[in-house]
């Protein structure tokens, strides 16, 4: 069921002195209470105090998909049940990650986060709200998240050196461009500013076919080669890329909608113990090789790593 927002139910965006036109990256001025002007003569909706900072001439996005911002309500009854089924969950990189990110930011006064792609907070990402005196920022182009600001990853709507860290987690997939919004990471940051990111290899076509990417443990070094790294390694590992399968494979059993669902969730129930023996093979070279997503935490650099160094740091098995 689809409901309508209320601003009661919304964060407040705040003041963010460091907006820019999406477009031509000129400074914003109100328009207004319900719109952002830029010089250049494009306007920005706010819908219920959020600003709607889309460039609609280089974005998939519109306005005009703002217009009734709406949320998905929380399941009930039978599609409560089934939303407890066992999920493809194992993480194993981002709690001790974000223990890293949280140490490198305690002593950062006033620190702000940005988390592409937050509608949606992902795992251990809490671990960083606590941090004293930290803001996160979550923005998110989905008109149903609970984004703050609506922007789209390409074009991202912050003057440069804005942030002490981005997170993105599980959203590169999705966007038709990685390299350009990893561009616009590195260009939000401060100069030493952090990033950690999550990114599938070994998983399924999902969110309705809104999945463009996948990525290596090497492909993820090279889209981040403007980064140094701190840290990368296995998200979920070969078990949790098998449960995928499994779960997959049932529900391509069937051409039918209702009946691929009730596979789907069959292999949901059936294939999660495959994913834990990801505890046991996360260290393993041919985890890296067979893993169903990968992360990477990095620092904000002025050098680029070669490929040559990217190629020599391989770290999957060399058998095959």
Same mark, same amino acid.
């Given at each position: 069921?689809?409901?309508?927002?209320?601003?009661?139910?919304?964060?407040?965006?705040?003041?963010?002195?460091?907006?820019?036109?999406?477009?031509?990256?000129?400074?914003?001025?109100?328009?207004?209470?319900?719109?952002?002007?830029?010089?250049?003569?494009?306007?920005?909706?706010?819908?219920?105090?959020?600003?709607?900072?889309?460039?609609?001439?280089?974005?998939?996005?519109?306005?005009?998909?703002?217009?009734?911002?709406?949320?998905?309500?929380?399941?009930?009854?039978?599609?409560?049940?089934?939303?407890?089924?066992?999920?493809?969950?194992?993480?194993?990189?981002?709690?001790?990650?974000?223990?890293?990110?949280?140490?490198?930011?305690?002593?950062?006064?006033?620190?702000?986060?940005?988390?592409?792609?937050?509608?949606?907070?992902?795992?251990?990402?809490?671990?960083?709200?606590?941090?004293?005196?930290?803001?996160?920022?979550?923005?998110?182009?989905?008109?149903?998240?609970?984004?703050?600001?609506?922007?789209?990853?390409?074009?991202?709507?912050?003057?440069?050196?804005?942030?002490?860290?981005?997170?993105?987690?599980?959203?590169?997939?999705?966007?038709?461009?990685?390299?350009?919004?990893?561009?616009?990471?590195?260009?939000?940051?401060?100069?030493?500013?952090?990033?950690?990111?999550?990114?599938?290899?070994?998983?399924?076509?999902?969110?309705?076919?809104?999945?463009?990417?996948?990525?290596?443990?090497?492909?993820?070094?090279?889209?981040?080669?403007? +980064?140094?790294?701190?840290?990368?390694?296995?998200?979920?590992? /070969? !078990?949790?890329?098998? $449960?995928? %399968?499994?779960? #997959? @494979? =049932?529900?391509?059993?069937?051409?039918?909608?209702?009946?691929?669902?009730?596979?789907?969730?069959?292999?949901?129930?059936?294939?999660?113990? +495959?994913?834990?023996?990801?505890?046991?093979?996360?260290?393993? /070279? !041919?985890?890296?090789? $067979?893993? %169903?997503?990968? #992360? @990477? =935490?990095?620092?904000?650099?002025?050098?680029?790593?070669?490929?040559?160094?990217?190629?020599?740091?391989?770290?999957?098995?060399?058998?095959?």
């Amino acid at each position: 069921m689809v409901s309508v927002v209320s601003e009661q139910q919304l964060p407040s965006c705040g003041d963010w002195p460091w907006l820019q036109c999406p477009g031509c990256s000129a400074a914003l001025s109100p328009a207004g209470t319900e719109a952002l002007r830029c010089e250049c003569g494009k306007t920005y909706p706010i819908v219920q105090g959020r600003p709607v900072l889309i460039d609609e001439s280089k974005s998939i996005f519109a306005h005009e998909d703002y217009r009734h911002l709406q949320y998905v309500e929380p399941p009930t009854g039978v599609r409560k049940l089934a939303r407890s089924l066992p999920a493809l969950s194992v993480n194993l990189s981002a709690t001790r990650s974000f223990a890293t990110m949280r140490k490198l930011l305690v002593d950062k006064p006033d620190a702000v986060v940005l988390v592409v792609g937050g509608g949606v907070i992902g795992k251990g990402i809490r671990s960083i709200a606590s941090v004293p005196g930290l803001r996160l920022l979550n923005v998110d182009p989905a008109p149903t998240s609970s984004a703050e600001i609506f922007c789209d990853g390409h074009d991202l709507p912050f003057q440069d050196g804005t942030f002490d860290a981005v997170i993105v987690q599980a959203v590169l997939e999705h966007v038709l461009d990685p390299q350009r919004c990893v561009a616009e990471i590195h260009r939000v940051l401060k100069p030493d500013g952090l990033v950690y990111s999550e990114t599938p290899f070994m998983q399924q076509v999902h969110m309705k076919g809104v999945d463009f990417t996948r990525f290596t443990h090497s492909g993820h070094r090279r889209l981040f080669r403007h +980064f140094a790294e701190l840290e990368s390694g296995v998200v979920a590992g /070969p !078990g949790t890329a098998l $449960a995928w %399968s499994w779960r #997959y @494979f =049932l529900a391509s059993l069937s051409s039918t909608i209702w009946l691929s669902k009730t596979l789907y969730k069959l292999g949901r129930v059936t294939g999660a113990g +495959f994913e834990l023996v990801d505890h046991l093979l996360r260290q393993r /070279p !041919g985890a890296v090789d $067979a893993a %169903s997503c990968t #992360y @990477f =935490l990095g620092r904000r650099s002025q050098k680029t790593v070669s490929d040559r160094e990217i190629l020599l740091s391989y770290r999957g098995q060399r058998w095959s």
